[in-house]
């Protein structure tokens, strides 16, 4: 066997992959909010992009330079009060933000009867109650804390515990809802027994053991377990919880025009990019600059790259909007229950590009159509096989077993047994475990504590 070093030649192909396809394949990744972000940041920091105004934005821009020269001739008369005028006067110029829970509760404390070390301690409690208002320290670490006494931490929690929202600053379930009945006038001594004593089996719709254990009537246990549903378990949860609210910005807009669906990409809420003028001009003039003209080269690239990948990104998402609209119309005609099963491999196959593509072009995308706003994986999802061999979505399968569950008698509410046979009879092939588990994923209870009395 010969052992030795050679030079040979070999030619192979793989795939390179470069910063420019890998900003493609971000910002075709990117959900609307972080496109518009990555753009923004974009803007500041290649000079030789800019954002191209609209006709709105260009009038906007006149109206001010109007605005401007008129305060400048008139700006020795005195400001008038003029409420008719609807220019002086936008939404804009009023900011809203909305109180928390805790800003809630200082300002009743603020004008209670409360005073120095008590007050103190109001203004403790409140701080350590969560967002959805439960007291988050006991009162003997609220004692050692403000050092006072646990008999005055007592005072003050039962009188902060009669502020609005009713059932705050309460310790436990348990204490929320006795002091919301309370409240109310309703707490009687067979209600304040099942909610100290019985509450778990309350929650597992055992009303008959707990009629025959407190000697009432079943439909008496009824009647209070209707009457707790309607207390608030949170009661802070009404309130801001400092956090920014999120928006959905569609991507895809879907209408049905002389019965059919025409699919439109939203440009509303993106910028649209453009070479600037102005350092065209100037890397025209400056060739003779070799440092000047290589950077302004590079920016010239990377914003037209930019550009041509926001609008390849346009194209991908409204293929495979356009994909989904078409195999799915049924959707779209006669609601949920007529979804369809479908995989990344058919749109795939059908619009020309890679599961992977597909993929990227659905996650965090939201489509509105005449339907409402969904995200386009909803439309996405396995199932099971009807009659005709075509595929059940198991988004449909659920709207069906909804259904039939919000079809049922109260006192005789179907088994999950009773739903297989139920669905079969619909031409829907499905096991009794497959039902449990839809059901179970819609938050839907068992037939044994879906019973009513």
Wanted: proline residues 2%.
């Amino acid at each position: 066997m010969k052992l030795g070093y050679e030079l040979t030649i070999e030619q192979t192909q793989k795939l390179s992959m470069t910063p420019e396809l890998i900003q493609a394949i971000q910002i075709l990744q990117f959900n609307n909010q972080e496109l518009s972000d990555y753009v923004q940041n974009e803007l500041l920091e290649n000079p030789v992009l800019e954002a191209e105004k609209s006709y709105d934005a260009q009038e906007v821009d006149i109206r001010e330079k109007i605005r401007e020269a008129d305060y400048e001739e008139e700006s020795f008369r005195q400001w008038e009060y003029r409420p008719d005028d609807d220019d002086d006067y936008t939404y804009e110029q009023y900011v809203y933000e909305e109180d928390t829970l805790t800003d809630y509760l200082m300002s009743q404390l603020q004008f209670s009867r409360l005073t120095g070390q008590m007050a103190t301690i109001g203004r403790y409690i409140i701080e350590v109650i969560d967002d959805n208002g439960y007291l988050t320290m006991s009162v003997e670490e609220i004692s050692k804390a403000v050092g006072a006494d646990i008999d005055t931490v007592e005072e003050v929690l039962n009188f902060i515990q009669t502020f609005d929202p009713c059932g705050v600053a309460a310790r436990n379930l348990r204490e929320c809802l006795i002091i919301q009945f309370a409240a109310k006038g309703l707490l009687t001594d067979e209600i304040e027994y099942i909610i100290e004593n019985m509450l778990e089996e309350l929650a597992d719709n055992k009303i008959a053991y707990i009629a025959k254990t407190i000697g009432i009537k079943n439909q008496e246990v009824q009647q209070i377990a209707d009457l707790i549903k309607t207390m608030e378990p949170k009661p802070g949860r009404v309130f801001s919880s400092g956090e920014a609210t999120g928006y959905v910005v569609p991507d895809i807009i879907v209408e049905k025009v002389n019965d059919e669906y025409q699919v439109m990409n939203n440009d509303t809420s993106m910028p649209k990019l453009m070479v600037s003028s102005y350092y065209n001009k100037l890397s025209a003039e400056a060739k003779q600059d070799e440092e000047l003209n290589k950077y302004l080269t590079d920016r010239f690239n990377a914003a037209v790259w930019l550009i041509k990948s926001i609008e390849q990104r346009k194209q991908t998402i409204y293929n495979v909007a356009s994909a989904v609209v078409k195999y799915q119309q049924d959707f779209f005609d006669n609601g949920e229950k007529s979804l369809k099963t479908l995989t990344l491999k058919q749109i795939a196959e059908d619009v020309g590009v890679h599961e992977s593509t597909v993929s990227r072009s659905i996650n965090g995308k939201y489509m509105q159509s005449p339907r409402g706003v969904f995200e386009l994986k909803y439309f996405f999802s396995s199932g099971v096989s009807g009659e005709d061999g075509t595929g059940v979505s198991s988004n449909s399968v659920k709207s069906i077993i909804k259904e039939i569950i919000a079809g049922e008698n109260p006192q005789k509410p179907y088994s999950d047994q009773d739903m297989v046979e139920i669905l079969k009879n619909k031409g829907i092939d499905i096991s009794r475990r497959t039902v449990a588990k839809y059901r179970e994923g819609m938050n839907i209870l068992s037939s044994s504590k879906r019973r009513r009395f």
